[in-house]
């Protein structure tokens, strides 16, 4: 089984560009594809993805998102279409925060999801900025595992998440 | 020692990362410190192995290759401490996936004593475990599920999503756990329950029944007290609490009151209630309303609450925020199905988006504005569309012309308007207007007689605006070629069009400049000169100035303009006679005709209209059956079918048989058919029907009698037989099969036959000497071409009428010999065939010397149906493979 995903994959991912059907293989109906944080020189800060792709897969998705998003004008919607799926994005300063998640699914929602993941860090480093995720990337993946789990929500309460965080690392 | 806060070297190796000027920079420092890495897995260094594993996530984030470290992930893990086992799952979820086995290692982790670590696994679990191991491991999740601890719970409730969702069977066992994890109080547990649910139900209808009946009740209290509940500063959201929670209830409702209308009833208070109460100048607000306007759209709700849910959309609409606008667009789009009427009455708003700045709102609302058209409003809407063409951005024209071209086709009834408007597009956005789309306004202008007048003369006012747009221009051209006069003499003025003046050098002008300004574009370039062969015949006082113009094409590199130039130009100085009939006007373009041929989905098929017109290509005639028969038009046209479009010579033998089996089948259902393939085009030509001229007959029975006197039987020649070409025995039982193969949607053969049939009794009943059993039957010329002449003799035994032995003699009058010939013959289903080898598969040049073959065919319905056949000749003349077929219906009646 693991093997012909594997193999089924690899072929998918020979097809080139079209790779949206690699974003619904697998695990269906998943609400996040995945979450990439990127600078606005595209530099990924975080990207985390709750579908398997290839690593050339998903250096491919980083760049097409940055490019996407990049230029848009403020004023205009946070929405993307990516292939089938929907990119919504929201800039803070310099950092580009970008789900991918299904067409059909709540956009204003996940805006935000976005906020509210933003407003953990910026508790957690106390007014974050780009250098605290950069050299703090890995607290930034631990905390993100304990807001959402499996493309889903976990946890919705600010102070819940700062109170867990605190309590594991305390065990560091 | 922990690798992080101390800040030594992860830090060190960032920084350097960080200072590098350049990409080969950059590279350098990666590579040392990989080196540093692998040298350090390689001594199973037990100190730095986390530290080393962190770098390395840095390292893959910055896009380059870590496979290496994989291994150091799952070593991490089988460690005892925590801040190992987490740094090692980090690495696990990032370098690695599904694809990688870790089960035996996440078991152990899932029984562990510490919560902590039991966190760990079940986020690694829930992020990246296969179908394998979600199996495996499914049992330890469903006890983790009853857990005290609240993480745990929430945790175990997420990974059974992905458990359920990489294996729908095991939904069931999860059905029980999921309705008891609603029932929390606790928001995480609560969120993750109420999504589990949701996965639940999609994946099992006994789930989704399951959880109707029991968690219907206590999600709509949930709802109630999350949307009642005072401010609580944890869940608090611009003055929301929860909206998440909200909203995943809300989903979760949706996918239980489908379909179900004692769920829905239930529901419909607490909808209104949050339909009603929600704040809605903030996003959160807003998003929680949305939820609640598909839910709505969802459930078998009531009118009332349906209205509510399309006036909150409405209230969207004006929304300053794009954000904003752009769902309601979109849930507008789904609410259609469901109240037209409702959407309508925003028809305004919506059409204000389509020119808004943001481009995705634009196509949402282009979308929805074409969806909301009816006989109704389609003037006023395609007005504002056709306005907003000339202010909208270049990169939305091309998406607003096809719409609006659309638009105005489907509601084409209305001639002049249609005309109108089509004008205006092209005159606005002519280069993006699609080939068939001026197509079918050319043939709608060739059969609106009244409005040429009146067509013809906005063209050229368009022109003298837009000569830059292709389409208009070609439009244009073709009009004024054909109804030039209507230009200069203002014939058929409409009420209210403003009366104009243009001579007839105007009118040359107009081509002139548009040899001049598309003169790289070939079809527009053609188009003019045929425009100007037309007016030089419209208007003769320009017919010098004509000439000098189609004159300069003459050396033309394009093959095509230098052809029209050179061969127009002849008609204009050498055939002035004849050249006022030649270029009359088009007959009028056959409307229905265009739009099937517009219809079916092959280009490269023959079109429809060339089966449903055979006359039309009689003419061109070139080997017809019998001797002398000048209007067997079907023949003709599949004959003309065989020489240049169709590569019959390699078609298989099967698809042979479905061709001439074609016989069964009506002609009526040539044109219908939209053949997929070459094979069937040719069996759609193929088929015998009422097409079949029956002025033909009577000169059938002409040849009959010259061919009695002309034509000896070489029956000599039977004896010296060398069997090489195939034999065919086609009967009665494989007939049926084969000729069924390709009629899906056809009617069956034994209807089908009937036309046919009918006109082969006409046939019989003509030529019949009543009275007559048995008696010598004429030698027929069953086809004869250029090349090929085959005889058919017949010869009956006595006793057995339905049986008969044909000889078929093949001669060769060309220069060449004919080598690999092959004959074959097909016959409708009432008779059975069966074909004898031929003496010689080679046939000598000049009609010196024959080959034969011997058929024998019984009719079963003897001396009610005259017999039929098609015949398929495939042979080589100088090493080029030639095919002729024919239908020989001149049989003598009484076989």
Not at chain 2, 336 to 351: E, F, G, N, P, Y
Request: proline letters at 4%; hydrophobic letters at 40%; glycine letters at 6%.
């Amino acid at each position: 089984m693991v093997g012909s995903d594997l193999h089924r994959l690899k072929s998918i991912g020979d097809y080139g560009g079209q790779i949206f059907s690699f974003l619904s293989f697998g695990v269906i109906g998943c609400q996040i594809r995945f979450i990439l944080l990127q600078n606005r020189q595209g530099k990924t800060r975080l990207a985390k993805y709750y579908v398997p792709l290839e690593e050339s897969e998903k250096h491919k998705v980083e760049y097409e998102v940055h490019r996407l998003v990049v230029n848009r004008d403020p004023k205009f919607t946070n929405f993307v279409e990516f292939r089938t799926h929907k990119i919504i994005y929201r800039r803070y300063a310099g950092l580009f925060f970008s789900m991918c998640v299904d067409i059909t699914d709540n956009e204003l929602a996940y805006l935000e999801c976005i906020h509210l993941f933003v407003e953990i860090l910026d508790h957690f480093f106390s007014n974050v900025c780009e250098l605290d995720l950069v050299f703090n990337f890995h607290k930034v993946y631990l905390i993100l595992d304990e807001f959402i789990l499996a493309g889903e929500l976990q946890e919705t309460s600010k102070k819940a998440i700062i109170e867990r965080m605190g309590e594991l690392e305390k065990l560091e | 020692m922990n690798p992080f806060s101390s800040g030594t070297r992860l830090r060190d190796m960032i920084r350097a990362i960080r200072a590098c000027k350049t990409a080969a920079e950059e590279r350098a420092v990666v590579r040392k410190e990989c080196a540093a890495i692998r040298a350090a897995i390689s001594e199973n260094d037990q100190d730095y192995r986390h530290r080393n594993l962190a770098k390395l996530m840095f390292i893959h984030m910055l896009g380059y290759p870590t496979h290496f470290g994989q291994m150091e992930c799952l070593k991490l893990i089988a460690s005892s401490g925590f801040p190992e086992k987490r740094i090692g799952y980090l690495g696990l979820m990032l370098l690695l996936d599904e694809r990688q086995e870790w089960s035996g290692l996440g078991l152990q982790d899932l029984n562990h004593s510490n919560q902590y670590i039991i966190g760990l696994a079940l986020c690694a679990l829930g992020n990246i475990c296969s179908a394998e191991m979600a199996r495996d491991l499914a049992p330890e999740v469903e006890r983790l599920l009853q857990n005290r601890d609240l993480n745990i719970k929430k945790k175990a409730a997420l990974c059974s999503i992905r458990i359920v969702r990489k294996v729908p069977d095991l939904a069931e066992n999860f059905m029980s756990l999921a309705t008891a994890l609603v029932k929390e109080k606790h928001h995480g547990v609560l969120i993750a329950g109420v999504q589990l649910c949701s996965d639940l139900c999609k994946a099992s209808t006994e789930s989704l029944e399951f959880l109707r009946k029991n968690c219907t009740e206590v999600l709509i209290r949930i709802l109630r007290d999350v949307s009642n509940s005072p401010y609580a500063p944890e869940y608090d959201i611009s003055g929301v609490t929860d909206p998440f929670l909200h909203i995943r209830v809300l989903k979760l409702l949706r996918l239980l009151g489908q379909g179900d209308a004692d769920a829905s009833e239930s529901m419909n208070d607490i909808l209104a209630q949050v339909a009603t109460k929600t704040e809605s100048n903030k996003n959160a607000g807003n998003a929680i309303l949305y939820e609640c306007v598909e839910t709505i759209m969802g459930i078998e709700a009531t009118s009332g609450l349906r209205v509510l849910a399309i006036n909150i959309l409405g209230r969207f609409l004006s929304n300053r925020d794009n954000n904003i606008r752009y769902v309601a667009l979109n849930m507008l789009m789904k609410a259609i199905a469901v109240d037209s009427q409702a959407v309508q009455r925003h028809k305004t708003t919506i059409l204000e988006c389509v020119k808004d700045s943001d481009a995705s709102i634009r196509k949402r609302a282009l979308e929805l504005v074409s969806l909301l058209i009816s006989d109704a409003n389609v003037k006023p809407l395609t007005k504002e569309l056709v306005d907003y063409l000339e202010v909208s951005d270049q990169e939305f024209k091309g998406d607003l012309t096809e719409k609006i071209c659309s638009i105005v086709e489907r509601f084409s009834s209305d001639k002049l308007w249609y005309i109108d408007q089509m004008l205006k597009v092209l005159s606005e956005a002519g280069n993006y207007v699609k080939d068939d789309v001026w197509h079918a306004l050319i043939v709608a202008i060739s059969n609106a007689p009244d409005l040429q007048g009146y067509i013809v003369r906005s063209l050229y006012k368009a022109f003298q605006t837009s000569s830059e747009q292709v389409s208009l221009v070609r439009v244009a051209l073709w009009c004024i070629g054909e109804y030039g006069e209507m230009l200069v003499n203002g014939a058929g003025m409409l009420q209210g069009e403003e009366p104009m003046t243009v001579t007839e050098s105007d009118a040359v002008d107009v081509v002139e400049s548009a040899l001049q300004y598309h003169a790289s574009d070939i079809t527009s370039q053609a188009m003019s000169l045929v425009a100007l062969l037309k007016l030089s015949s419209r208007y003769p006082s320009t017919s010098e100035r004509v000439k000098d113009l189609i004159i300069q094409h003459k050396g033309c590199l394009e093959l095509e303009l230098q052809q029209r130039s050179i061969e127009f130009s002849h008609i204009l100085q050498k055939h002035q006679t004849i050249k006022s009939s030649l270029v009359e006007r088009m007959p009028v373009l056959d409307e229905s005709v265009y739009n099937e041929k517009k219809g079916s989905p092959s280009t490269n098929s023959i079109p429809a209209a060339k089966a449903s017109k055979p006359v039309a290509t009689g003419a061109s005639l070139n080997l017809p059956n019998g001797v002398m028969k000048p209007t067997t038009a079907p023949i003709g046209d599949l004959l003309d079918l065989s020489s240049d479009d169709v590569p019959a010579p390699k078609l298989a033998t099967n698809d042979f048989l479905q061709d001439l089996l074609g016989i069964d089948l009506p002609a009526a259902q040539s044109s219908g058919a939209a053949a997929s393939g070459g094979s069937d085009i040719l069996l759609d030509l193929l088929s015998i029907g009422t097409s079949f001229q029956s002025d033909s007959l009577p000169s059938n029975n002409v040849s009959n009698s010259q061919l009695n006197s002309s034509v000896v039987s070489p029956l000599d020649n039977l004896s010296s037989i060398t069997s090489t070409s195939a034999s065919l025995d086609i009967g009665v039982s494989t007939i049926g099969p084969v000729g069924l193969m390709d009629q899906k949607s056809r009617s069956p053969p034994s209807t089908a036959t009937a036309p046919a049939i009918d006109l082969l009794d006409d046939l019989s009943n003509n030529m019949s000497l009543p009275g007559i059993e048995s008696r010598d039957f004429p030698t027929i010329t069953a086809f004869e071409s250029s090349i090929l002449r085959i005889l058919f003799s017949f010869t009956k035994q006595p006793g057995r009428p339905q049986v008969t032995q044909i000889k078929a003699t093949f001669s060769n009058k060309s220069f060449n010999t004919c080598t690999d010939f092959i004959f074959q013959a097909a016959v409708p289903k009432f008779i059975q065939l069966h074909l004898d080898p031929a003496s010689s598969s080679t046939i000598p040049p000049s009609g010196n010397g024959t080959i034969t073959q011997t058929l024998s065919v019984t009719n079963s319905l003897h001396g009610q149906k005259a017999l039929a056949m098609r015949i398929r000749m495939a042979y080589k003349v100088n090493n080029q493979d030639m095919l002729d077929q024919g239908q020989v219906n001149n049989f003598p009646s009484g076989l």
